[in-house]
């Protein structure tokens, strides 16, 4: 545990490598089919992969600038959505109590409330009939002005950066890491299966090869069914005039594959934006009944053809794992929980003496 929690830098930094090799690894392989070598082809596949991600990250920096922007307006327009939210229930519980109570009660009820307040109002006018004696002047404060020097260049730098550094150096290594995971992929796996002889090396081989293959599966099917879920709702999202749909989509994607409650969570995103559309009632219901449309369609149809029955968690081991990995590594943890958990559920069913662990962590 404790190990886990002070090496979380290190080991976060070597499961999200591990992630993008598996997620590119068969785009390497397609560019293998060209005849280039492994280490050519798994360059010209993650400078293609920094591309698309620089572009990714200036579009999503220009939609934040733009949110940023307009927080103050979107803000005044909440506040005046629960302005009138609170004076509408206030009317609602106004009919309510004249319904339901008697107006005699009713009268009796304001007349309680009438007497304290006459009574305040007595002992203010008794205040202020006395004559108060004028305060004292306050004393003269000598005013004393603190000058700062000004910090260098490279200081101010440091002190807004110190404490990112240690995220930026671990995120230097991820493609350093993906190379060398997808470049010495082959070498890697006959260098583990040469440290076993015999029976133990085809057991070795076999858990390998199915922790490879449910893993790949795994998080290439999750990682294509996101694309597929924010390339989609990015389009409704558009053309239903949601403002900013270029992060609300790939937002709401994420959420819908969160296991068991994706459905309420993918709502949030779009309903939250769709606060500042006029006349917005109509939209955020066809963007729900959108929402959970797509969410219903991809978890219960495209998830078992893309990623199949191979792993599939019960939710009392999903919701452990969250808490469990949230609380060692915080928001990074609560992403990697479920892939995590089903790469131990993976080696547990390919070893015989761990099935049993599997079983208990399948649904």
Request: net charge positive.
């Amino acid at each position: 545990m404790a190990l886990l929690y002070y090496g979380r830098d290190f080991f976060v930094t070597l499961i999200i490598s591990a992630v993008f090799a598996f997620i590119l690894d068969p785009a390497v392989l397609l560019v293998m089919k060209l005849r280039v070598p492994r280490p050519a082809a798994t360059g010209v596949v993650i400078g293609f992969a920094c591309v698309a991600v620089y572009v990714l990250t200036v579009l999503a920096w220009s939609q934040i600038a733009t949110i940023t922007e307009d927080l103050p307006a979107y803000t005044l327009r909440l506040s005046d959505l629960w302005s009138k939210a609170n004076s509408r229930l206030d009317q609602i519980e106004q009919s309510t109590i004249a319904v339901l109570v008697p107006k005699t009660l009713r009268d009796q009820s304001e007349q309680i409330q009438q007497k304290p307040q006459e009574a305040m109002k007595a002992r203010r006018r008794r205040a202020n009939a006395i004559a108060q004696p004028p305060p004292p002047a306050p004393p003269v404060v000598q005013e004393v002005r603190i000058h700062t020097d000004p910090k260098p260049f490279l200081a101010t730098i440091y002190s807004y950066t110190a404490g990112y550094l240690h995220v930026l150096a671990m995120a230097s290594f991820v493609p350093f890491l993906v190379y060398f995971m997808l470049s010495w992929r082959d070498h890697l796996s006959k260098s583990v299966m040469r440290l076993f002889h015999g029976e133990q090396r085809y057991i070795v081989g076999k858990t390998w090869s199915g922790i490879g293959d449910s893993t790949r599966a795994y998080v290439l099917g999750n990682f294509i069914l996101w694309v597929f879920l924010s390339c989609t709702s990015a389009i409704i999202y558009f053309f239903l005039g949601v403002p900013y749909w270029i992060i609300v989509a790939p937002i709401s994607a994420f959420c819908s594959l969160v296991p068991y409650v994706g459905l309420p969570l993918s709502m949030l995103p779009p309903v939250l934006a769709a606060v500042a559309i006029p006349n917005r009632f109509k939209i955020i219901v066809t963007l729900m009944l959108v929402t959970a449309g797509l969410h219903v369609i991809v978890m219960n149809f495209m998830y078992p053809k893309v990623i199949g029955r191979r792993v599939r968690l019960n939710p009392l081991v999903v919701t452990v794992a969250l808490m469990f990995w949230g609380m060692l590594w915080g928001g990074v943890g609560l992403v990697l929980a479920v892939p995590m958990t089903a790469a131990i559920k993976t080696a547990c069913d390919n070893v015989e003496s761990l099935q049993a662990y599997g079983k208990l962590l399948g649904d």
